[in-house]
T-cell receptor, first 112, second 117 residues
Framework: GDSVTQMEGPVTLSEEAFLTINCTYT??????LFWYVQYPGEGLQLLLK?????DKGSNKGFEATYRKETTSFHLEKGSVQVSDSAVYFC???????????FGIGTKLQVIP | EAQVTQNPRYLITVTGKKLTVTCSQN?????MSWYRQDPGLGLRQIYY???????DKGDVPEGYKVSRKEKRNFPLILESPSPNQTSLYFC????????????????FGQGTRLTVV
């Protein structure tokens, strides 16, 4: 079945540092890929998405590129801020389109 | 405002006492689902519903029930809660999209933190 693999963290960075959170997936066919973000005490909200190979999703300075050859969708940001501290979930919607399969979530802490 | 509303946000209960967590969405979405979030395990799907009166098991359905009598509501029922159901629960809704599209965004409620003692 479909699966998503990402590191749990926590990842601790200083403000203005470069961020990479790795995400790899297993799915049949051509899934859509997502990054969701969960701020403390809140539900998940969509950060960005990509629906086909080589697409780049971007939002709020975050980017991720759909790499079918490496089955990856790594999240990057050039300069993180304290306000980016949250849990980030990689997810896919694939062969059974209604279901979204999530990774375990990566906690990011940004210190001033 | 488009939203998914869950109630209650926090709940402490005792083993065996039936409870219901409500979920309502105002976006006319066909698809709704329940997840539980546990440390080290991420979000796991409990049940889902593709439309009114159509529900099915997700990955971890044991000990839970759902119903979908109206399009907007999708309550989660724990008939006899046990301590291993202590968790953070999320309801989500999503439009079906056209032609089985996989790209539609899921909208989440704020979460319900349940403790069973």
């Amino acid at each position: 079945g479909d699966s998503v693999t990402q590191m749990e963290g926590p990842v601790t960075l200083s403000e203005e540092a470069f961020l990479t959170i790795n995400c790899t997936y297993t799915a049949t066919g051509y899934p859509s890929l997502f990054w969701y973000v969960q701020y403390p005490g809140e539900g998940l909200q969509l950060l960005l998405k990509a629906t086909k190979a080589d697409d780049k999703g971007s939002n709020k300075g975050f980017e991720a590129t759909y790499r079918k050859e490496t089955t990856s969708f790594h999240l990057e940001k050039g300069s993180v801020q304290v306000s980016d501290s949250a849990v980030y979930f990689c997810a896919l919607s694939g062969s059974f389109y209604q279901k979204v399969t999530f990774g375990i979530g990566t906690k990011l802490q940004v210190i001033p | 405002e488009a939203q998914v509303t869950q109630n209650p946000r926090y709940l402490i209960t005792v083993t065996g006492k039936k409870l219901t967590v409500t979920c309502s969405q105002n976006m006319n979405h066909e698809y709704m689902s329940w997840y539980r979030q546990d440390p080290g395990l991420g979000l796991r799907q409990i049940y889902y519903s593709m439309n009114v009166e159509v529900t099915d098991k997700g990955d971890v359905p044991e000990g839970y029930k759902v119903s979908r009598k109206e399009k907007r509501n999708f309550p989660l029922i724990l008939e006899s809660p046990s301590p291993n159901q202590t968790s953070l629960y999320f309801c989500a809704s999503r439009p079906s999209g056209t032609g089985g599209a996989t790209w539609t965004e899921a909208f989440f409620g704020q979460g319900t933190r349940l403790t069973v003692v």
